[in-house]
């Protein structure tokens, strides 16, 4: 449970295409899971926002505060 409320205070964006990837890799072989990773870590970082709030929070030492944008 302490886990799933720390995951819950990620970037929304980040937590859902790691869902999909994990998902997608179970069921595939490893150059293909590969390739859902390196899809899901690119559209992850479409989330600008977020990306900045996680590089200023990890800076200043508090806690982020993501949109998911």
């Given at each position: 449970?302490?886990?799933?409320?720390?995951?819950a205070?990620?970037?929304?964006?980040?937590?859902?295409?790691?869902?999909?990837?994990?998902?997608?890799g179970?069921?595939t072989?490893?150059?293909?899971a590969?390739?859902?990773?390196?899809?899901g870590?690119?559209h992850?970082?479409?989330?600008?926002?977020?990306?900045?709030?996680?590089?200023?929070?990890?800076?200043?030492?508090?806690?982020?505060?993501?949109?998911?944008?």
């Open positions: 449970v302490a886990y799933g409320e720390q995951m205070q990620w970037p929304p964006l980040a937590i859902r295409m790691a869902k999909k990837v994990l998902q997608a179970m069921e072989d490893l150059q293909t590969v390739k859902y990773e390196s899809v870590l690119t992850a970082r479409r989330a600008v926002n977020d990306v900045k709030e996680s590089a200023a929070s990890f800076r200043e030492k508090r806690k982020g505060v993501y949109t998911g944008t």
